[in-house]
C-alpha cells in the first residue's frame, strides 16, 4: 500500500512543477521585447574629418579636432566645426587655406613623348594621364603643361605644397628646355631676351638663355620658372623664330637619365626632399 504521505509529497512536488510552468510561461508572454537597434552602416565612401586631417599628414587627429574647432578648416569652401562631420573623398578640404588630400603623397616623374595632351580632362584623345595610369593608386596630376607636340619631363603629384611652389612665378622651380628653332638665333635677340623685354607692356623674363655648344645656333638652352609651354611660344614669336622642337631637359635638379621617352619613375625620399629645398 502506498504511503500517503508520499502521495502528498508528491502532489506538491508535482503541483509546484505546474505552477513554475504557468509563471515562466506568463513572465515569457508579458515581458516587454528588447527593441532592437538599428546599426548604420558605414559609408566606405565618406571619412571622419579629424582622420582625414590626420592621413595627410598636417597633424594628429587630436589636433585636427583643435583646429577644426577654432574654425581652421573649411569643407567645399564653407568653415567646418563639427565634431565627428564626415567628408567624401573627392571633397575640397582646406586646413588653414591649403589644400589638403588623404592619399599617400606620390611624385612621379614622366618623359613625356610627342601626341600626347597635358591635360587630365577626359575626351581630349591621348593625354599625359595615360602614360602615369598605372603609376600609383593616388590621384596624381601634371605640374604645368607641356604642348602636345613637345616633349620631355613632366612631374605629377598629390602634394599640393608643391604645385604652389612650382606654379609661383616668383619662387616657382626652374625648367630648363632644350629649344630648336626653324633659323639661327641672331645674338641680339638672344641677349634681349636674356636681359628682359615686354609684350604688350607684360614684362617677360627668364633665368638665363645661351647657345648649346657643338650645335648650330638654332639650338639654344632656355631655362624659365613660368610652369607653361605658351609663354616659350610667344617669346619666340615675338621675335620672328618658329620652335621645330620643344624638350624639357631638366627640372629643378631632376634630369632625364635612366627614364627613357614615354616612361617614368617615382621619386626617391632625397629627390623629393630637394625639391621642397628649393
Known sequence: MSNPRENKSKGKASGKGRDNNRGRSY??????AKKKTLQQKSNPDEIRLNKYIANSG??????????????????????????????????????????ISPERKAYV???????????????????????VANATASRIRPIGRLGRNSMGLLLFTNDEKIHTKFTNSK??????????????LKFEDLKQIREGFKIAGKEISVEDISYIDGSPKKEVGLKIK???NTIIRTIFEHFKYDIIKLDCVMIGELTKKDIP??????????????LKML
Open 226 to 228: 613660368n610652369t607653361g
Open 171 to 184: 619662387t616657382g622651380v626652374a625648367r630648363l628646355f632644350h629649344v630648336e628653332l626653324d633659323k639661327n
Open 27 to 32: 513572465a515569457k508572454k508579458h515581458t516587454p
Open 109 to 131: 616623374l614622366l618623359n613625356k613623348p610627342k601626341g600626347f595632351a597635358t591635360t587630365t580632362s577626359e575626351g581630349k584623345g591621348r593625354t599625359v594621364m595615360d602614360l
Open 261 to 274: 621617352r614615354g616612361h617614368w619613375k617615382h621619386l626617391t625620399e632625397q629627390e623629393v626632399n630637394n
Open 58 to 99: 598636417m597633424c594628429s587627429r587630436r589636433e585636427a579636432d583643435q583646429q577644426i574647432a577654432i574654425g581652421l578648416v573649411t569643407v567645399n569652401g564653407k568653415v567646418v566645426t563639427e565634431m565627428g562631420y564626415k567628408v567624401k573623398l573627392d571633397d575640397e578640404v582646406r586646413y588653414d587655406g591649403a589644400r
